[in-house]
């Protein structure tokens, strides 16, 4: 197996004396999507904030200790822990970016979603604006948006929720980074049009090769596009493995109890009337 | 029920916080800027209204020579004005017209603004449109300016100087009581009481306006402070009734002499700056005592 | 464009509704403007005189038919005359209106800039020593009534540092061929202690509505998309976070101008500032109406216009309310 | 007693924009909900089906159509007419906090409808058949006491169906009522709103986007889609038939929680159909036949 595009080692965030992550550990490989999943609170989402050093930003987060090691084009790795500041912002949106849950929100509504996608691209390329202006309508055919010159002029607000998540891809994309974090990229969509995201996302990572960390707590989304995951509990690491592997015989209690919770469509056939959760007792686990 | 009980219940069992109680309160209490204001405000209502219980003497009495600065030997404790009055005296003696003026005007504030917010924010549509047109007019009328107006051609008494506050302040509490109330009624636990089968006096009453208290109660506090220093700033200009010297109307008396008598303008004026400032403290501190999503943390 | 047009209709409606109001005002007040001229220069005239300057004011008129006549002389810039300033009313405010909207602009600025500057710093930093000061400073400027403000400032700059001039817009002695630039700079100078003590209370109210403004910006999905992007946190700042973060300041400037001008007649009157203010004062002492009315109208206008500019570099600065539709 | 609980007729709500156009939110639906029965209604934002439990609900008001409880029409009683209605019908919404008056203990929400029915006076009567519909709901009975903000996600949703409850109605309307939730307490509050139709013989009308939870508690199911119900059937049916193309599509669309039934995704773009309509137009209306026993599905 190849060397891990990602790794991260004992990691441990605390907020003052609570621990928001304690002591994580997993590996990620290129070209591979893996999914951190967990319920609210698990502490997933600090995760994916921790490795772009986003965290500790306007909160009083703190990575405590651990290591972040990404492997760099020339084999070399690096601990993006002790990155300088400077050189965390020549990786963010470059080498490593990122989508969020609400594409609302986190498309800025004063600016139009082409400048928007064009500042990034000029952030990390040495290019005019013009030229930038033309890799953005690239990416904006890329990600199958249609009439994509006129969607470039337009403000955030006036797109639909599926257009504007596939604005924010487009724009984590244009750089070309070899790994994109999905922070619950699909959790606000609906269930048709996050099925047009997921493929769209699936058929991306094909083209590009890229590694896709995909944080969810919708075990449906897990199933149907990751090929490894890792299970949090209370800020904790519970298990990590293949998703076929763990789908089918989860080593943990809490995963076990966690995918008895879970309604698996189909999963009714022949059966005429509703059926109860056949849930597994956590108490003392 | 037992079999219900082990299906249910096993996620949900983690620790509950205490019963609170007196929450509010403790608050309050821990918030030492607060109390601070609390106290302050409490030693000015002490100076205004029980301490000339004990001091009878005229106010207006000549006692030492003209502009005796304060702490002088013989001299009053805070020195003369420039007709040698005691300032001490007089500036006790004007704590109540300033707080006076001010109360009234600012129950009149709440109350106007109260009203008309509500309406416009629970009924909504053409209601709302009309009241807000009215509200916006008032609100671009020039506060002190209209005041001066008002009580230039109406005369000084203390209703018309209330009236005139009223009239030009209640503005901004009826925009806030209105998008309080409209928040509120969009909000699930309105839907569930009318879901209930509450009805809409119930709803307004018991349902949003204790959700709205919190608020126009630290707004009463900054109003009042608001209008203290409305009050203050009218009878500087002189309108204001020559026989209560009130804080701002000495400031504005003295303020001729200012250069060789510092004391008699400064000494008022602090203590109109003292007034609003412990309001505004225990405003901010009713601010987070009250939002009990505040609470525990 | 059609909801700018709606808005200048609206503000026009707005000037008409303040100008009936002031008619209103005068019509059902106690002792009308006849009692205020007999205390003034008429002196005792007789019944005859009176009666005639009743007609020629058109009091023997209905209520409608004094207001259109009052309607009609603002709209042609007649607002009366001043029986104790002896010219037209006009002739009296005119001179006035620059000296105030310079002092008003002069500390907004000052309060808007330095403001949005210490709140936003306040902002980055919720625990800071500079954040929780915020709210005390914010509390004690709120507290401190405007006059008094200015009194001990010309005690302790003017007179006994000596640092700045105190009284007036120009100095007295300046001589009348002073050039432009002179002039100009010798404004500046007295124009400091006015706006500082203006200023100080909008510098405290702004600089705690920006912090809260920003704070909520800085938390933001969009600010965690940009620092993502790997955009350099100046920029993050300023690009992304002030434009979203004075969107709430702009629409309180509007509504807080009446204020402004408010106090700023305070500020006129401890400064002996030559503006529409001190007017206002000196009309109060001389119980000069018309002069004070013709003030109220000319301010009321000028809140309404501040409130129209507000409102369009709103939508200058918000797409959502520029291209329709909030979502 | 009437042959169904509840039963709309060509329910219709149509909310005029200020531009002329009309957002036509619920165009004709007819549904019938039987006796101890859970009829579930699915589909994407904008289809309308929060709107229809609203108007069930009575807390908006039709353009036109009905709404018949137990056979009598509800639909134009005003609301001390509608009070009685209430007693067998309630709701229960999706964001179990702000359901919940924040200013009040779970306590007085709970006991509130009694309160406004008459049906108990403050005292210990009430503290005891409060406390033990905290305890039917797996909540402990000190728990009265407390604020809102004091309980977790799944605890406030306890105390919802608690207060939904009180009056013992037949009818319980849960407009997403479980989708805030996290998966585990999600099937916890599923489970207990199942043993307590049995128990207390309950019918739901539950409005939800996701299509697993439907299937494992549904008996029936109506799929809207632009206002109007495209399809509705026994469960079983819908689920392992699916006729109407916009049925189809959700069933391909939604995810299934197991890998061994992974599916190629097509690279699709496509918008969900706004139901904003310009003025004077409308939209078409279905025409509902049947395709099996009591399956019903829109002519395409």
Redesign the interface.
Known sequence: MDQPLLSVRNLTVKFGEFKAIDGLSFDLYPGKTLAVVGESGSGKSVTALSIMRLVELGTRAKVAEGEVLLRRDDGSTIDLLKQSERAMRSIRGNDISMVFQEPLTSLNPVYTTGDQVIETIRQHRKTTRRDAAKRALEMFEKVRIPRPDKVMQDYPHQLSGGMRQRVMIAMALSCDPRLLIADEPTTALDVTIQAQMLGLMKSLQQETGAAVMLITHDMGVVAEVADDMVVMRNSKFVESGSVYDIFEKPGAAYTRALLASVPRLGSMKGKTEPERFDLVDREGM | MTTLRDTTTLADTRERPPIERYQGLRMFMANKAAVLGAILLGVILIISYILPLFITTDKLAYVASRHTPPLTEGGPILGTDYLGRDVALIVMHGGSTTLEVAGFAALLIIFVGATIGAFAGYYGGMVDRVLMKVTEFFQVLPGLLFALVVVALFGASTATIVIAIGIVSWPPIARQTRSEFMKQKGLEYVKAAKAIGASNARIILRTILPNTFPILIVQSTLTMGAAILFEAGLAFLGLGDPNNLSWGYYVGLNRQYFLTNWWAVSIPGFMVFLTVLSLSLIGDGLQDAINPKLRGR | MLAIATKIGESLL?IL??LV??FV??YI???SVIDALSAGSLGDASEAQIEAVRERLGLDKSFFGQLFMYLGNVLQGDFGYSPIGNRPVVEMIAPRIFPTLLLAFSALTFAVTIGIAIGTAAA?RP?SFLSSGL??FA??G???????TG??L??VFG?WLDWLPVAGMNDLRMSSRAGFFERAVDTAEHLILPTVSLGVIFLATYARLARASMMEV????????????????SKVLFK?GL??GIIPIITVLG?EF??L???A??VE??FAWPGLGRL??E???N?D?NV??A??TM??VT??LA?LLTDIVYRL????IR?G??? | MSKYLLETEGLTKTFPLADGSSVHAVENVSIQVNHSETLAIVGESGCGKSTLANLVCRLLDPTSGRVKLNGEDITSLNTTAMRPYRREMQMIFQDPYASLDPRRTVGDSVSEPLLIHGQAKRGAELQDRVASLFSKVGLQEDDMERFPHQFSGGQRQRVCIARALTLAPKLVIADESVSALDVSVQAQVINLMMDLQDEMKLSYLFITHDLAVVERMAHRVAVMYLGQVVEIGPRAAVFENPTHSYTRKLLDAAPIADPRQRRERPLLTGEIPSPRWPKGEAPQLVNLVEVGDGHLVAKE
């Open positions: 707005l509704a303040v109001f002031n005002l005068v007040a106690p002792g980055r625990d709210t005390v509390l004690i709120f507290a401190m009534p405007v006059f008094w009194i001990l010309i005690l007179v800085l938390q933001s999905d969009y600010i965690r998309t940009a620092r993502a992007k790997g955009l350099h946190e992304h434009r979203n509504l009446g204020i001008l408010s106090g007649i305070l009157t401890v206002a004062f009309a109060v002492l119980r109406t004070l009315l003030i109220l301010v009321s809140v309404i409130n600065v918000d797409p959502r291209t539709g909030r979502a």
